[in-house]
């Protein structure tokens, strides 16, 4: 595994797993399956209805807590209530998450990320960060924060770059983490000419060449499985690097092209839906 150093000191892996759209039974397998390998990074939410799920993986992993790089998200209709930080680590069953985010900037995200804040002083979270956000959201949320976010959850992979944001996050000490690094499992992405060249060059599969182009390009991914065989194969990413020009060769597919697009009128759903996290099994 690779690791990268947050602004703010804290080691954080260049690699994890997503658990996006799974159910609690499939969380809970996946996790334990990506512990076995070299996956320390596991990625959750509010959203997900599965944190429960996430928090008995880990501890059915045999790996001792601190091992494990814990992220998570808060929820919109839960930056206004009085404990959400309290109730996301009651529900994935542990003292302290290593990384929680603000999920989407919609509803009152000010106060969510206020409620971070305080969570990271008090020592219930050991770094803070966002997700969603464009750079006009994240400069907002710089010009009034008393502890920097350390990183950018959002959209990343070669077909979108977003090169203008990432040299903003750079300047400002804050880390990208792709949370489609495979551009959702795109055929089109996926049998590139230049990612099968290279798969045949260094014997992998042309996911794994992209998940090395996402780590050597400074992202940190985090894709979704639930199949074993592919979890496995998304952490055998480490014993080889991809050069120079191939890195370019990759970066020249940029088309700038998005697979999920914010609208005011997803932000407005989003303040409103309400997860139900209290009923997750």
Partial sequence: MEYITLSNGVKMPMAGLGTYLLTPD??????????KTECRLIDTANAYVNE???????????????EIFLETKLWPTFYEEPNPVEKTLE???????????IHQP???????????????????????????????????ILSICEVKPVVLQTELHPYLRELELKDYLKQNGIVSQSWYPLGHG????????????????????????????HIQDGNIVIPGSKNKEHIKANFDIFDFVLTDDEMKAIDA?????????????????YAKWRPDVENQK
């Fill in 186 to 213: 795109d055929k089109n992405l996926l049998n590139e000419k230049v990612f099968v060249e290279l798969a045949n060059k260094y014997h992998k599969s042309t996911a794994q060449i992209i998940l090395r182009w």
């Fill in 253 to 269: 597919i940029n088309k700038n092209e998005r697979y999920y697009t914010r609208t005011p009128e997803k932000l407005a759903y």
């Fill in 106 to 140: 919609a509803g009152n995200y000010i106060e969510g990320y206020r409620k971070m804040e305080k969570a990271f002083k008090e020592g219930k979270v050991r770094a803070i960060g966002l997700s969603n956000f464009s750079k006009e959201d994240v400069a907002e």
């Fill in 26 to 35: 499939e969380a809970e397998n996946a996790v334990i399956t990506a512990l």
């Fill in 52 to 66: 429960k799920a996430v928090g008995r993986g880990m501890k059915k992993s045999g790996l001792k807590r601190e």
């Fill in 91 to 101: 529900r994935l069953d542990t003292d302290y998450i290593d990384l929680l985010l």
